[in-house]
């Protein structure tokens, strides 16, 4: 079984719950640096030929719309990371619809070719937000991986949900593809992303996706373009949060590259073609 490799294409400034973080009026006026980290990703990717999902805040791509090409033009699959990263809890259910519509509209209309994945800001499924299926099947989309089954911040929820599974059969097929865990001293875990990635040795990460692999699941592994940019700039916030949000960016590139030679993996769209055998979403 191949693994799955998930990219959250958003800017240094969209870290979420901390306070006194840029609100969306602002972001214009800061330094941009997400092609940055965007480079290094995809000349990992291009060394390993291999595939991988890019989850697009709208308004990046709006912004930045030779970055939508580029990833299109390598080969890899783009997908909807919503528009204004809101996190799906705080919106109405209508709200979260305009705000998925948004960003599939623009992805679409910048690639020309239907936009079928969906990550929420910050994994933010939760049990506050039962609409959420629905309206991302109001929207067209065909697969979502925003749940994370396990506690977190911000999101999370403790399911036992683990590998992918399908929704709905009627009237559309739809996935949803759970955040990778691993239960470690009975506690489910996520070293496949995130501070975990950084901060774990790559050996115990290696082990611990072969578990995931073992136990019939794909390992789905999420990374953001300021991971691999250790130059950029820095949001306030507390110390413990600062330790989460910047350990080890040094060693997100080779972790990178460690895995992609160490494994075989693709993005979530070849999965559910390949892997799944469902042509009709894809
Ligand atoms: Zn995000």
């Not at 783009?78 to 305009?98: K, V």
């Not at 989309?141 to 929820?157: E, K, N, V």
């Not at 501070?195 to 072969?210: E, K, N, S, T, V």
């Not at 330790?243 to 895995?259: A, C, E, G, P, W």
Request: charged content about 25%.
């Amino acid at each position: 079984m191949r693994c799955i490799l998930s990219v959250d294409v958003e800017d240094w400034y969209h870290i979420l719950d901390v306070p006194g973080a840029p609100e969306p009026s602002e972001w214009e006026g800061l330094p941009a640096r997400v092609e940055v980290g965007m480079r290094k990703i995809l000349e990992v990717l291009a060394v390993s030929q291999m595939r991988a999902t890019f989850f697009f805040l709208g308004w990046i791509a709006e912004r930045h719309p030779n970055l939508v090409a580029e990833v299109q033009r390598c080969g890899h699959e783009i997908a909807s990371h919503g528009y204004l990263h809101e996190l799906a809890y705080r919106m109405t259910p209508e709200q979260f619809l305009e705000d998925a519509l948004r960003s599939k509209r623009i992805l679409e209309d910048l690639t020309g070719e239907p936009v079928l994945g969906f990550r929420a800001s910050g994994f933010s499924l939760t049990e506050a937000t039962p609409w959420f299926f629905d309206k991302l099947l109001e929207a067209g989309f065909g697969y979502d991986s925003s749940l994370f089954p396990a506690s977190r911040q911000h999101g999370g929820m403790k399911v036992h949900m683990r590998a992918p599974y399908k929704v709905t059969s009627s009237p559309h097929c739809f996935y949803e593809f759970p955040i990778s865990v691993v239960d470690i001293l009975g506690k489910p875990l996520c070293l496949f992303g995130g501070g975990y990635l950084r901060l774990f040795p790559y050996r115990l990460i290696r082990r611990m996706a072969q578990n995931v692999l073992d136990e019939g699941r794909p390992v789905v592994f999420y990374v953001h373009p300021r991971e691999f940019d250790p130059e950029h700039p820095r949001l306030r916030m507390p110390l413990a949060r600062r330790f989460k949000s910047y350990v080890n960016l040094k060693s997100t590139q080779s972790k990178l590259r460690n895995l992609l030679s160490d494994f075989e993996i693709t993005s979530f769209a070849d999965f559910i073609r390949v892997e799944l055998g469902e042509e009709a979403i894809v």
